[in-house]
């Protein structure tokens, strides 16, 4: 790596951490240079605004964020249907909770800067999107595959993606949870009677 891409690679991880820890609006460029080691002109060399720098953060955060990223709905079979669901679900959540929660309260940023910028709150809306939609093949895939009842599979799917939203807002707020069990709940709850759950 460039030593000008590695520059403008610690800019975003020092603006990424200090936006969860300070809020957005209330970190400076002259923050984000001192985190580096530089002087805030020399960020300009990087980045021509905070806007940008603030548009890198929002890309480098959510890069990784795709529903295939944690399921692969052609990989599912009647005989792995149960424990592929259960695992895409729980790789979603942190494995060290106390380092996921500043990423949730820069997303919470990102929402608030929704509410003022249209940019992100579209971006951010379409990645929820992705999500229902992705939760919603995988249910009509064990609809096909028999494992599944085909009734409301819509709230189904529905019900698994906002189940995680809610147990990662309740991470990032610090309150333990048995979210393991939680979630092995949810998946037993949509496979018809009698098929094989986890256990």
């Known amino acids: 790596m460039k030593k000008r891409d590695m520059t403008s690679q610690q800019l975003i991880e020092a603006a990424l951490h200090l936006f969860a820890q300070h ?7 002259a923050m984000i240079a001192a985190a580096v080691g530089m002087t805030k002109p020399s960020i300009y060399y990087h980045f021509a605004s905070k806007d940008e ?6 890309e480098y955060m959510f890069s990784d964020y795709h529903f295939d990223h944690y399921f692969s709905v052609s990989e599912l079979t009647a005989e792995n249907f149960a424990l592929k669901l259960y695992e895409g679900g729980l790789r979603m959540f942190p494995e060290d909770e106390e380092h996921f929660a500043p990423v949730f309260r820069l997303l919470n940023e990102f929402m608030l800067t929704a509410g003022r910028n249209g940019h992100y709150g579209e971006r951010v809306i379409a990645m929820q999107r992705e999500f229902l939609d992705g939760f919603e093949k995988v249910m009509q895939r064990g609809t096909e595959l028999g494992v599944i009842e085909p009734e409301n599979v819509t709230v189904k799917a529905h019900l698994l993606a906002l189940l995680i939203d809610n147990i990662t807002s309740y991470m990032m707020m610090g ?3 048995p979210y393991q069990e939680l979630w092995k709940e949810a998946v037993n709850s949509v496979f018809r009677k009698g098929e094989d759950r986890i256990g």
Do not use: A, C, D, Q
């Open 53 to 58: 720098l603030i548009e890198r953060v929002f």
């Open 175 to 177: 309150m333990k949870l």
């Open 23 to 29: 809020g957005i609006e209330k970190t400076s460029l």
